[in-house]
């Protein structure tokens, strides 16, 4: 008499042969495991998970910091002395990560869902650890020096924080259908208590988090103050090179209310515009006097300064990748643009009826206007006939003499101040970066009849907060792109908002409890029957299909008298037998 286990049929899984494989090399079916995961692969899954977080955060910060990517190139440029868009290969870099980690961590999901033991591959530790090494790396590198940047993921929340919620909250709810056939597959009552606890604990505290989401873009239409005027933020930069005529000149054609520029002072007394300290990167000074190239930019006379070309360099470096969409007149005037002075752009203001702003840097100790550098700025204010009122007056050196000149000027503050200080130095306006006024703050402003202008706006979003803010104007590199926006992106009542949110709260939450119900009926159902001979009776009805059907394991043991081997079993009714209902070995 012989003894054997059940035959048991396997069809091919190439889904699963693929999931265990690309994770951990497993492409065989014996090589995979329904065992616990090791706690050493446990340890590594979590490790997974903190880079795939880190990466989230680092990926949507430089996704919402994309309104100040010029900002963070002229950071460079000012270390290493050579322009370039360094923003390119961060985000080629971060992108590439992101997209590994997440497809990983999408893999390790379907493991737990199959109750397959993750065992992550050698090649894949260490491309998580090097992702993670990267990453922290450069937040690290970022947080010395672009710190304040990180002030843009607060107030980017204020645009997609309820937009972020309903995408967690579909996650958390899917996540669902592997928490409950985790719990349902458990024969353990602690293991099942802890994780249903701690699902729930998070989906609950998911679904108080509108609580905490506070924003500027939930409130009444009907209390949404006048769009924001936009100043060109030294002209159009994207579309010409900054600071010259012709970029003013398209900022205008942008429909802007203002004008913004850096002013230098040249040897001989003429303001003139340039942000940067020496004329490398604007002009083509390294050919025209290639000795004096790292001078500083105040060190030239105006005469020197109406020799260089101050727009050659937008069509080679192409700065905002816009060069390609100019046209060929246009690409013309931008190679014939010099250094503008300051009178120049006065007066273009004043034909326009645009109001000016203006920065105004110190020339060196050594410099001959070095003490004299604010009577030569207003002389040249008043020389070129522009209407005081059109000027916004920033220096708070010598301010009461200024005013005493000058009385019409825009008393303008470039640094913060509470609005009770402002009052008392007489002072109407104030200019600082978007970061250094929360929404509480623009409003106090406004009610203390200051007008705030914030800077640099470049993205639809950031304008849509600012404006819902109560903000009265802003500056912008992008006008362009600014124009194209006639009213907030998203405007939603209080009232819209609750009923949205309590909405998908419980849409969730029966969809929760619907898949822990399915998931206990189903995995009950599972346990009625024996996997063994459902495999055989699909093996028998469904011999027409097919089938790759292989023998796991056929254990003969000897009882009784007579049986030498296996080579006697089979016999006439052995091997027959079974290969006549569509089973081989």
Same mark, same amino acid.
């Given at each position: ?11 091919? $899984? ?64 000012? @270390? ?27 893999? #390790? ?32 590198? %970022?947080?010395?020096?672009?710190? $304040? ?17 309903? =995408? ?13 056939? $985790? ?12 994780? %249903? ?21 939930? /409130? ?11 100043? =060109?933020?030294?002209? #159009?930069?994207? !579309? ?10 398209? +900022?205008?054609? /942008? ?66 990748? /816009? ?5 060929? @007149? ?90 009770? *200080? ?9 200019? !600082? ?13 406004? $009610? ?15 304008? *849509? ?13 992008? *006008? ?29 939450? +029966? ?14 159902? /599972? ?8 495999? !055989? ?22 009882? =009784?008298?007579?049986?030498?081997? +296996?080579?006697?079993?089979? &016999? ?9 209902? &569509?089973?081989?070995?």
């Amino acid at each position: 008499m012989v003894k054997h286990q059940p035959l048991q049929v396997y069809e091919r $899984q190439l889904c699963l042969s693929c999931i265990t494989g690309i994770y951990g090399c497993r492409w065989k079916r014996y090589q995979r495991s329904h065992d616990d995961t090791t706690k050493w692969e446990l340890l590594w899954s979590f490790i997974l998970l903190f880079t795939f977080c880190l990466l989230l955060v680092w990926f949507y910060f430089w996704w919402e910091a994309h309104n100040d990517y010029n900002e963070f190139n002229w950071f460079l440029y000012n @270390r290493s002395g050579q322009w370039s868009d360094g923003t390119v290969p961060i985000l080629a870099t971060t992108s590439a990560g992101f997209t590994y980690v997440a497809f990983l961590m999408v893999l #390790a999901l379907c493991h737990v869902a199959l109750g397959q033991q993750l065992n992550l591959h050698w090649l894949h530790k260490i491309g998580v650890t090097a992702a993670l090494l990267t990453t922290t790396v450069g937040v690290i590198s %970022v947080n010395q020096t672009w710190g $304040q940047e990180w002030d843009v993921v607060p107030i980017s929340l204020q645009a997609t924080g309820p937009f972020l919620h309903i =995408g967690a909250l579909a996650a958390v709810t899917a996540l669902s259908w592997i928490v409950a056939g $985790q719990v349902a597959r458990s024969e353990k009552t602690k293991f099942q208590v802890a994780v %249903v606890l701690l699902y729930l604990g998070s989906l609950l505290g998911l679904y108080t988090v509108p609580l905490c989401i506070t924003s500027p873009c939930i /409130m009444d239409p009907g209390a949404l103050k006048q769009r924001p005027d936009v100043i =060109g933020h030294r002209g #159009a930069p994207m !579309l010409a090179p900054e600071n010259t005529l012709w970029s003013f000149q398209r +900022a205008l054609q /942008m429909n802007v209310t203002g004008l913004e520029a850096d002013v230098s002072i040249s040897v001989d007394g003429v303001p003139f515009l340039m942000r940067d300290h020496t004329l490398r990167r604007t002009t083509d000074v390294e050919a025209v006097f290639p000795d004096r190239r790292m001078e500083d930019a105040s060190s030239f006379n105006w005469t020197d300064l109406q020799q260089l070309n101050a727009g050659r360099w937008f069509l080679k470096e192409d700065p905002f990748w /816009m060069v390609r969409t100019l046209s060929p @007149r246009e690409k013309d005037l931008i190679a014939n643009q010099s250094v503008c002075s300051l009178e120049q752009l006065l007066k273009l203001a004043s034909y326009h009826n645009s109001t000016v702003v203006f920065r105004l840097r110190r020339p060196p100790p050594q410099h001959p206007c070095h003490h004299s550098w604010i009577n030569d700025t207003l002389q040249a204010v008043q020389q070129s006939g522009v209407p005081q009122g059109l000027v916004m007056w920033t220096p708070d050196d010598h301010r009461a003499q200024v005013r005493q000149r000058a009385p019409g000027l825009i008393q303008t503050s470039a640094e913060k101040r509470g609005p009770q *200080s402002l009052q008392q130095h007489g002072i109407s306006r104030l200019l !600082l970066r978007y970061n250094q006024a929360s929404t509480q703050e623009i409003r106090n402003f406004s $009610q203390s009849d200051i007008n705030l202008t914030l800077y640099t706006i470049n993205e639809p979003w950031l304008y *849509s907060v600012l404006w819902c803010s109560g903000v009265s104007s802003v500056s912008s590199e992008a *006008s362009h792109i600014l124009k194209k926006v006639p009213y907030p992106i998203w405007l939603m009542r209080p009232d819209e908002y609750c009923l949205m949110w309590v909405s998908m709260d419980l849409i969730s939450f +029966a969809v929760v409890i619907g898949i822990f119900i399915f998931q206990k009926y189903r995995m009950s159902g /599972m346990r009625s029957y024996n996997p063994e001979q459902i495999m !055989l009776s699909a093996a028998v009805t469904r011999s027409s299909r097919d089938l790759n059907v292989m023998k796991e394991k056929l254990i003969f043991s000897e009882v =009784g008298n007579g049986v030498g081997g +296996a080579d006697e079993l089979y &016999g006439d009714n052995g091997y027959d037998y079974y290969a006549n209902q &569509g089973i081989g070995l």
